[in-house]
């Protein structure tokens, strides 16, 4: 049995190259800024070596049902659910059908087929261009499919193949037309919805923690959804608190310096730091929206003060003693005989 890969449906590097993304997306599903987690079992399926290789490379997809499609839709006029409509899908499973893009007429698929009792019926084999695969019913969100499919139909599909596509499924339109409407930015006013942004006396550990475990769709017993924060850079070279620092800290609270970045680094200044700031600014006041602001209070507790740099100095470990010194060398240098001078 070959190696089996878990594969993300929607690709969070593809996420992590557009860092407003995340922030669109929160908008047009309904939820708070900072709590989308693309590593949710809801958008991780296991594949086989090869085909994790075919998937990423944009040669298959799975399509979802009209039905789950149309279930994001207003049929009555045709339009897209905003963000105070928008339906989060709650089942356990959802059926697909897979479906070649491109470069897959060469390829051949095994699948260990089974009768309706569980008993194997050996290995099928199919070729391009399947038609006789099986339906494929997985656990993951069509949400997830929708934002992969839609993002190659909207952008990495050759025009001949979309065509011919959008013939044999006419909802892709549909998928095309969700995943413009979910990627784009949100409107004037999102960053002082309160129900898009936490107010920033919300911002402590135990509050924000807890709400995301109960929100989350997953189980009990798996990561809460949060996003993936990358370290920011000004935290890179910053030494790990010692012991007597942690002791001093909450003396020295209200002693520390603010420290002031007036121009942040894009991504920095990107829907990225939402979740970076919550961890921090619990020892602040109400949240205003604005990025800089969330910047700011990142960075006013990361000040040197002199409790630190004394905590920091005291378990530096000193220098060792060398266990051997060097013999004294005679010099071989001719000395000059001073001049005389003659009086």
């Not at 075919?54 to 994001?72: A, G, H, Q, S």
């Not at 019913?137 to 992969?148: C, E, V």
């Not at 240098?333 to 009086?343: A, D, I, S």
């Amino acid at each position: 049995m070959g190696a089996v890969v878990p594969t993300h449906v929607f690709d969070r590097d593809f996420a992590s190259a557009k860092p407003d993304l995340m922030d669109s997306l929160e908008w047009a599903w309904g939820m708070r800024r900072g709590s989308l987690n693309l590593d949710t079992g809801r958008n991780v399926l296991f594949l086989s070596a090869t085909m994790y290789s075919l998937y990423v490379n944009k040669k298959w997809v799975l399509v979802p049902t009209e039905e789950d499609v149309f279930r994001f839709l207003d049929i009555r006029d045709d339009t897209i659910h905003p963000r105070s409509a928008f339906i989060d899908l709650k089942e356990n499973s959802y059926s697909y059908t897979f479906v070649p893009l491109q470069d897959m007429e060469d390829v051949y698929i095994t699948r260990q087929s089974f009768d309706v009792d569980g008993i194997s019926n050996g290995v099928a084999v199919h070729e391009f261009p399947f038609e006789d695969f099986p339906i494929v019913d997985s656990h993951i969100n069509p949400k997830f499919a929708i934002l992969h499919l839609g993002a190659i139909l909207f952008q990495d599909l050759d025009v001949k193949i979309k065509q011919s596509l959008l013939k044999r499924y006419p909802h892709l339109q549909d998928i095309e037309n969700l995943f413009s409407a979910w990627t784009t930015a949100p409107p004037h006013g999102a960053f002082i919805d309160i129900t898009y942004i936490f107010p920033r006396s919300f911002w402590d550990f135990g509050n924000y923690y807890a709400t995301l475990q109960s929100g989350t769709d997953d189980q009990d017993h798996t990561t809460p959804r949060r996003r993936c924060i990358p370290l920011p850079r000004y935290a890179l070279y910053e030494p790990f608190p010692s012991a007597s620092e942690c002791s001093d800290e909450d003396e020295d609270e209200d002693e520390e310096p603010n420290m002031q970045y007036d121009q942040p680094g894009e991504w920095e200044r990107s829907s990225v730091g939402a979740v970076r700031d919550a961890e921090s600014s619990h020892r602040a006041g109400s949240m205003t929206g604005s990025n800089s602001g969330e910047l700011t209070r990142r960075r006013d507790t990361q000040g040197w003060t002199p409790n630190r740099v004394v905590g920091w100095a005291r378990d530096c470990v000193p220098p060792t003693t060398p266990t051997t010194t060097m013999g004294l060398r005679r010099s071989t240098r001719t000395r000059k005989q001073p001049k005389r001078h003659m009086y």
